[in-house]
């Protein structure tokens, strides 16, 4: 039986992943199909249900949103999707207009704005708002005002503390919220079909009655006011600058880029004909404004067909391909499969059975597996090489140290590369998963970025050496943890051990020291500096340097096997400063951003870090493993000699006590 | 003695500490980046022999003693040297060892050899226009310029560099007909509108644009993206000691860029507002063309019949050719201020029109000619055309070793794989296929 239930874990978590895939089941509104139609928003062709999702993340850090958040979870609060939401913003912003979709974490901010506290009876949870709260009474103009002001006399976005941020992710939250209303629709049309036939009617009269004005003839006053009021609204709508929705071609004005509602409104009061997809987004909003079903299917249908027939396959791949990868969400699967794995690993010290170990590497393999689908599936929908920004580089990292642990696990068996690749797969991926809650992860790159040679060289190489830096690191940890918490480091898994550190941090400085200077040559191809001394380029170097500092303190035999340790775990605190570190500095020191939350987990692993390097320093009386593993940590070292330049696990502790 | 230091020199514990030295400089270098800013910091971490640390805010008596740049890098670098001559041997275990550290010397000498000769530079135009010079991104000249009667386009040009306008001292040159007293160097300045009935503060200078306009000083600037505009108060004196009057030469109008620059910021905070409404931006470009109209104004001095113009300029690097600007693409992103392509089609353009021809520069690809290098860096819109046109400004870097650290990476990738696959190839055939449990 046993032997059976790795089959079994992985069979049932491979049905798991699979059924993410399944399309979600929609007996009246085909929102799923909706959402998949491609616009241009940030500048790139993407689905409305990523800029549903990224939205949300924008306004409240999550992919749904709770119109209930005052309920407990098992009071069954009321949830959307992404693509309702935002589908309901579209075309009944007076109902979402009361749904609490802005996050405010600043208590100051709450009481600036006359917010109620969390309170059940007033049902507010003292942290989720609706636009109606935001904006009632003086609010809106205070947060307006503030938010220039700060913009003004801060625009280094460094010297804002955490109220003036807050307040101004309030205040871009609120821009994009309007935006969104005013996507397909002016926010304030009723029956948007209907107003359109109206506004095409009275343009003919209206333009001549424009024109009369201008010549200084007479003209009919009534015509004018009437082409004017839309107008009017039309300009409010493109200054908002929303979503662009109009795909270029015979059906635009533009034949090239992509274009706005407004833009196509207002070429037609200029005089040319009105494209049938404004009509085809009015009868979409129309009919799900006022819940007709087969009306919405049928427009959604024809929008589909429109855009084939325009030539925008590619585009309407993208966009259905895109939600499919959101709607699948792989990397939070493999989360999931990483921290089963890595439990199960860790069973294998405690029970010595070896399913559990097994189980854990089946596991590992299928995270894994989802893991590179889900990261070629974005390179596909980027064109970019993997890593492109720091969300990026995260599950980059985790993605190479999850293949150095089973390459690790494939030599000795013993489940330490198991642990090593899962913990730090999931951590990664945990990262990785803060990181997107501020919105858009596949942003376009700037034009000095914009470059797949140097972004698949440089960026890639370098983060495979942080990657394996940070597995050494973690190997050392596995020492420290086993050899003083248990009985479990014997002398021979401590010499493996050491085996593997050495190992991986030869493999981690031939990496980043590679991968630096690639970026230094790139550096010197965009701006004729090899090497400027910028702060990110210095945190690699220093990468660079403390892999070098290990191994030549090795050679020298300045440390043994417990200074190895000791040495890769301080890796750890030196990649994680150059990773992220030296991008807070630019928020950080002279101000109270310093303390933001990023800041507070960076400074939680150093310390962590630190605490187990006081650990690994401690005399081997106090190693719980000390009775098995003896001849380490004491003095008589050995002479330095620099044709010592062999693997470390050649020098064993025994040897030199020999 | 010498033995032992020699000894020292070769030790691998001296490595170890050298590294250790390194990773701190290179540490509070970049710490000292966020109050310093990258040019102070740069020079006072990591061109220098040594340096201490205190923190920006916090106790002022905390501070770190450290090596500067200079010194570990010496010190690396007769490391190194000193182990190879002890220890040197040839067998194939250590190829690799040997090929990365003589790439990692490479390296340090190349950067060596960068810190000494490279120049970096700036050459700004619109569209149309040629230049045959760049211009220095930190410091400043001063130069008494007349043109030569016969020879339309040339100048003759007397320079005096920044380093020596100190209040106080003055200068006598040979091929100046006068004495320049430098009455106040003011290392930072900040322009200002001499409004009649507005202003009650005398006028700088007797002559030229100090009687509309003051240079007041200002904090020196140390942050990266922002630079110091020096401003000098000067008085001529002529053979026999006689005044000829004083100026305000300033680094403000310099270059055509840099009045527009005056002129445009003295027009906004005459208009004041956010001057981003159509209506104030219109005023403000207004406004701005009329300053500036006063600004270019020449500021001369005559002497033995001789007219001589005085500017306190970008320090200038002259080519013997001439760079002309043919047309600039500035893409964005669709429905965004995301730049996507920036790209300057410029020509080259040398006297006899032997060579000439037309190259496109942009990120990533720059133009590699007669030992300089020419890369894109920014790009704007000429405000004060009367036909909108656009203007570039290009990064011209001159340095000499450039191609060293490409040598030197590869050198050091070839040693560091080898290293690499041989010890896996060893350990592969050494390890006994383990089922150790534990």
Avoid at chain 1, 51 to 66: C, M, V
Avoid at chain 1, 115 to 120: F, G, N
Avoid at chain 1, 192 to 200: G, H, I, K, N, V
Wanted: charged share 20%; glycine share 8%; hydrophobic share 45%.
């Amino acid at each position: 039986m046993k032997q059976r239930i790795p089959w079994i874990l992985l069979v049932v978590f491979a049905a798991w992943a699979l059924s993410t895939a399944r399309p979600p089941r929609e007996e009246t509104f085909r929102i799923s199909a909706f959402s998949q139609l491609p616009i241009v928003f940030n500048g790139r062709i993407q689905p409305f249900d990523s800029l549903a999702r990224n939205s949300l993340l924008e306004l409240r850090e999550k992919q749904s949103i709770n119109l209930e958040p005052w309920k407990n979870w098992n009071e069954k609060p009321r949830t959307l999707s992404a693509s309702e939401w935002l589908l309901t913003v579209f075309t009944k912003p007076e109902e979402t207009d009361s749904w609490p979709a802005f996050r405010i974490d600043h208590p100051d901010l709450v009481s600036q704005l006359k917010l109620p506290l969390k309170d059940k009876a007033q049902q507010s949870d003292g942290k989720h708002y609706s636009w109606n709260q935001i904006a009632a009474g003086e609010n809106f103009k205070t947060i307006e005002q503030q938010a220039n002001q700060i913009q003004e006399s801060k625009s280094d976005a460094s010297l804002r503390n955490p109220y003036e941020q807050a307040l101004l992710r309030l205040h871009s939250g609120m821009i994009l919220y309007f935006r969104l209303k005013n996507t397909l629709r002016p926010q304030d049309a009723q029956n948007w079909t209907a107003e359109l036939d109206r506004l095409q009617k009275t343009i003919p009269a209206g333009v001549a009655a424009a024109r009369a004005q201008q010549r200084g003839e007479p003209y009919d006053t009534n015509a004018l006011t009437a082409v004017l009021e839309p107008v009017q609204k039309i300009e409010v709508m493109n200054r908002l600058q929303p979503p662009l929705v109009i795909p270029p071609g015979k059906d635009s004005h533009v034949t090239s880029e992509w274009t706005r509602v407004g833009d196509a409104l207002m070429e037609h009061v200029r005089g040319l004909p009105l494209t049938d997809t404004v009509l085809t987004y009015a009868k979409i909003a129309d009919s799900y404004r006022e819940g007709r079903a087969e009306d919405f299917n049928a427009a959604v249908q024809r929008q589909q067909a429109s855009l084939a027939a325009g030539g925008h396959t590619r585009e309407l791949n993208k966009g259905s391909k895109e939600q499919l990868f959101n709607r699948m969400a792989p990397f939070y699967t493999s989360m999931v499969i990483y921290v089963t794995a890595f439990l199960l690993a860790c069973g294998f010290w405690f029970t010595f059975a070896e399913w559990s170990r097994r189980s854990a590497a089946y596991l590992i393999v299928l995270a894994l597996a989802i893991h590179t689908v889900g990261l070629i599936f974005r390179m596909w929908l980027e064109g970019r090489p993997p890593v492109t920004n720091l969300y990026s580089s995260a599950i980059f990292i985790g993605w190479g140290a999850v293949i150095l642990g089973l390459v690790l696990e494939r030599f000795w068996r013993n489940a330490i590369g198991l642990v090593v690749g899962s913990s730090l797969g999931f951590a990664t991926l945990v990262i990785a998963h803060n990181l997107a809650l501020s919105g858009d992860t596949m942003i376009m790159l700037q034009a000095v970025l914009d470059t797949n040679f140097w972004l698949a060289t440089h960026v890639v190489i370098v983060t495979l050496g942080y990657a394996s830096t940070f597995v050494a690191g973690f190997l050392a940890i596995i020492y420290i943890l086993r050899g003083f918490f248990t009985k479990g480091l014997t002398e021979i898994e401590g010499k493996s051990l050491a085996r593997m550190v050495y190992g991986i941090v030869c493999f981690a400085t031939l990496f980043s020291f590679i991968g630096t200077v690639l970026g230094g040559i790139w550096a010197d191809q965009s701006w004729g500096r090899f090497w400027g001394w910028d702060p990110k380029e210095n945190g690699a170097l220093i990468i660079v340097l403390w892999n070098a500092l290990i191994l030549h303190a090795r050679w020298g035999g300045l440390v043994k096997e417990r200074g190895l340790m000791n040495l890769a775990i301080g890796g750890n605190i030196v990649t994680s400063w150059s990773w992220f570190g030296v991008n807070m500095l630019g928020i950080g020191l002279h101000s109270y951003g310093f303390m933001s939350g990023a800041f507070r987990w960076l400074a939680a692993f150093v310390v962590s870090q630190l605490v187990l390097i006081a650990i690994g320093s401690l005399p081997n009386r106090f190693w719980a493993s000390s009775r098995n593993h003896r001849g380490n940590g004491g003095g008589g070292g050995v002479e330095p000699k620099l044709s010592t330049l062999t693997p470390a696990s050649k020098k064993t502790p025994s040897a030199a006590a020999a | 003695m010498l033995a032992s230091v020699f000894k020292l020199l070769c030790s691998l514990r001296l490595t170890v500490v050298l590294l250790v030295l390194g990773i701190a400089v290179v540490f509070f270098g970049t710490l000292a980046q966020t109050s310093d800013g990258l040019y102070i910091a740069q020079a006072r971490y990591f061109r220098s022999w040594f340096s201490t640390w205190t923190p920006h805010s916090g106790p002022s008596w905390v501070i770190v003693p450290l090596p500067g740049g200079y010194l570990l890098g010496t010190l690396l670098l007769a490391n190194l040297l000193a182990a190879h001559i002890k220890r040197f041997q040839f067998t194939w275990n250590k190829v690799g060892i040997h090929l990365t550290h003589i790439g990692i010397i490479t390296l340090l000498l190349g950067q060596l050899l960068t810190d000494m000769m490279a120049r970096e530079s700036r050459m700004s135009f619109a569209e149309g226009q040629a230049r045959t010079y760049s211009e220095d991104f930190h410091t400043f000249e001063l130069a008494f310029t007349a043109d030569v009667p016969d020879q339309p386009g040339f100048q003759d040009a007397v320079v005096i560099p920044e380093s020596k306008l100190k209040t106080g001292s003055e200068i006598r040159q040979a091929q100046l007909p006068f004495t320049v007293k430098i009455r106040e160097y003011i290392p930072n300045s900040d322009p200002s509108f001499r409004a009649p009935m507005m202003t009650n503060h005398p006028a700088q200078a007797s002559e030229g644009i100090a009687q509309r306009f003051r240079f007041q000083s200002t904090p020196v600037n140390n942050k990266m993206d922002s630079k110091n505009i020096p401003s000098v108060v000067l008085e001529l004196m002529d053979k026999s000691g006689k005044s000829l009057g004083t100026w305000v030469a300033t680094g403000w109008i310099g270059d055509e860029s840099m009045s527009q620059v005056a002129a445009l910021g003295l027009a906004k905070s005459m208009v004041g507002g956010s001057g981003e409404r159509p209506e104030e931006m219109r005023r403000v470009r207004e406004m701005a063309r009329q300053f500036l109209g006063i600004l270019v104004v020449p500021q001369t001095v005559r002497v033995d019949g001789r007219e001589l113009a005085l500017t306190l300029r970008p320090t200038r690097y002259y080519e013997p050719y001439s760079i002309r600007l043919l047309k600039t693409t500035h893409e964005v992103y669709q429905g965004t201020k995301t730049p996507k392509d920036f790209r300057s089609r410029v020509k080259l353009e040398h006297p006899g029109g032997v060579g000439d021809r037309e190259v496109e520069i942009f990120m990533n690809s720059p133009l590699r000619y007669s030992g300089l290098a020419f890369f894109q860096f920014q790009m704007g819109e000429d405000q004060f055309a009367a036909v909108p046109r656009g203007t570039s400004v290009l990064q011209v870097v001159k340095n000499p070793s450039w191609l060293t650290p490409y040598v030197g990476c590869i050198v050091v990738g070839i040693g560091m794989t080898w290293q690499f696959l041989y010890h896996l190839s060893k350990f592969h055939k050494k390890r006994t296929p383990s089922t150790n449990l534990p």
